[in-house]
């Protein structure tokens, strides 16, 4: 399966738009694979790491050290502590995703239909760790803001705000706890 885009953009943020190898900040950046996939490598986060294209095309598909392994699979830990702790930092409510949507539905004003595919994306935000109160504000905002033509974009575009918050958030905790 092909790394996704969101994927990508997700390990080059974490691994600071640096290459893990040679520390180029220069080069333009690809996503390795640490263990290659002909190798049994997989495509998840732990297994990925942003590399400039001169170390990927000079690696080819060899095994990495054991290091190398461990420092991938370590970042990718802290990553996902940070981003839990971001989220608890922006907002102590969770709940399931049914609830989470349902209150999505509730904030959304009555005399607005919320577009079907409104609550996929109320899903995905979900996913991503947005705190219900944090998406419920932004449905407040977004469904009563005045000369609002493309309310759902509205909408989307204060939670990805929020995302990206609790992304410098995180960023900041793992520089933090690295130092």
Known sequence: MAVSKRTRFEILRRD?????????????????????????????????VACCKDCNAGKTSTS??????????NDALR????????????????GDRNAYIDSFLAAWPSYRSAPTN??????RFFD???PESVMVEAALVAGSARGIHDRQSYFAGICWKRIRTMQEMASGIVAEVSS
């Open 118 to 123: 409104m609550t996929d994306a109320v899903g």
């Open 64 to 73: 990495p050290d054991t290091a190398t392994v461990e420092d991938v699979t």
């Open 16 to 48: 600071n738009y640096t290459c893990r190898y040679c520390r180029s900040t220069e080069n333009e950046l690809t996503i390795d694979h640490v263990t290659p996939v002909a190798l049994g490598g997989t495509d998840e986060p732990s297994n990925l």
């Open 128 to 130: 991503l760790g947005l």
């Open 79 to 94: 990553w996902s502590a940070a981003m839990t702790k971001a989220a608890e930092m922006l907002s102590d409510q969770a």
